[in-house]
Structure formats: structure tokens, C-alpha cells
């Protein structure tokens, strides 16, 4: 049996699969970034899910792809805890969430975006994924991406620039004790997450003009730093994969079309992607 995975820093979906390329079962797990991680974080992860728990010695190779697996400190060390688990795997891949957003939206040339938790964006060539420009995580980058967009949120509530009626909203639905925030800030694991809990609130009513403005400033951002930068935007699709491109997308076409961008495939989540791709693969082999 193959596992198959694609895992951000918030959720991880699962895909157990046959050689047939028949589907049997399938499962969500807590994110799993090594990245931001401690392994005993990781380990829980994967343990406290009873699914997995009851068919880890059964399965017999591991395909995952997420985020914070595009270097190979972080990865090693997901790799040993995958290892420790599927003890009786004797095939354990680990490659970054960028992979598996490829492969959830195209065959052919184009740039492959995701905006989930975090954001990124590489140029496929129908073979190989080039990345113009590393990603170095939420303090410095991830443009547009909900963290990014949680982090916009309680600046402007608390530098008093979120209109009063948004910022009564905002009270009644999250905790904004400073300390607390804090708290999750700098000393628990995955902060990125944290911030992008509050990233829904955007999405409650985006035609607001408040709303409009925060999402399509950071599309705009986004496109910006993370899609111009590649000398084909002109000339091949630009794909997306992730929650924010996909409750976002019709101020995303409207931002890529002021920079005459034509937009290919947007999907809330790649799982179901990356199964048609391996299915595929098994099929025709």
C-alpha cells in the first residue's frame, strides 16, 4: 500500500492508496512542518491519529509533501521520525509542498503558486521546477499568505487603523489580550498558524472596502515579488493552490489582470490533485 501526503503547517491530508491505484482510505492530520516543529510535536502528530496508529505497519511506501521540506536540515529530520513509524516502509519520500502543487494543478509550462498558511511560487517547465527566489518563512516573506494577512490584521487593530465597526467584529471573535498574542508569538510552536487563524475573519466580507483593500494589497504584493520575478509570466498560465487563492479569487483575477496575467487553474487543497497524478502513474506503468 502507498501513502500519499501533502502537509502544510495548519492540516496534513492522507491518501492510502492500492497498486491499483484504487483509493482505501483517507485521513487529516495536524500540520506537520519540520520547519517550525519540535519532533515530538511531529511524532504526536502522526500517533494521535488513530487511522494512521492502525495501518502504519501495513503501508509500504510513504510519499509526503509539505511545508518547511525544502531544505534538508528540517527534512532529515521528518525523515527520522517517518522512519521510526512506518518502521516496515521500505520506501520513505519526503519533497516540498511545492511538488505536490504542481502536480495538483498541471502537466504542462506555467507558475505554480500556493497560498495557504504561507505562500511560494516556482516556473515548471513540463519536467522541472526552477524557484527564482528561496523562501525564507513568515517573518521576512510570505506574501499574501494567511499568516501574512494575520499579521496586517492585528497591526491595524491595534495601531487603531481597522474601521470601528470591524474592530468591535474583531474583539468579539478572537482573543486580543496582548499578552496572549504574544504568548503564541514567541514562545509555543507554529506561529505562522497562529497568525493565520485570524486570516478567515477576511473572508467574512470582502467586497468591504477595508477587506478589499487588505486582500488585494497583498495579492498585489504577492505578484510582485513572487510571479513577475519570472521572465515567462507573460507567457505561460500562473496556477493556485491553497485556502487564501481560493476564497480570494475573484480579487486575484482582477489584480492579475491589471498585470495582463492569465490565470490557470485555482484549487482550495492539492490532495485530490496529487491523487490523480500517482493513479495516473500507476496506471500507465
Known sequence: MILIADGGSTKCDWILMNVKGEELMRTRTKGLNPSVFSDEVLRTGLSENLELEALKNEVEKVHFYGAGCGTETPKARL???????????????????????????????????????GSNSCFFDGKQIHMETASLGY???????????GKQLLRDYFYK?????????????????????KENLYKKENPN???????????????????????????????ENRVLCYKEAQNVPVHFVGSIAFFSKNILLEVAELHHLKIGNIVQS???????????QLTNS
Do not use: R, W
Open 79 to 117: 525523515l527520522s521520525v517517518f522512519q521510526k513509524f512506518f518502521s516496515k516502509s521500505n520506501e520513505i519520500h519526503i519533497a516540498e509542498d511545492m511538488v505536490a502543487a504542481v502536480h495538483a494543478v498541471t502537466t504542462s509550462p506555467g507558475i505554480v503558486c500556493i497560498l495557504g498558511t
Open 139 to 149: 517573518i521576512l516573506m510570505d506574501e499574501a499568505s494567511g499568516n501574512y494577512f
Open 161 to 181: 487603523k481597522m474601521p470601528a465597526e470591524i474592530s468591535n467584529y474583531f474583539e468579539k471573535n478572537f482573543n486580543l489580550n496582548p499578552d496572549h498574542i
Open 193 to 223: 498558524a497562529y497568525l493565520a487563524s485570524f486570516a478567515e475573519f477576511i473572508f467574512v466580507n470582502e467586497q468591504n472596502k477595508y477587506f478589499y483593500n487588505l486582500i488585494s494589497n497583498g495579492i498585489q504584493d504577492f505578484i
Open 270 to 280: 492539492p490532495i485530490d490533485g496529487l491523487f490523480a497524478y500517482y493513479k495516473n
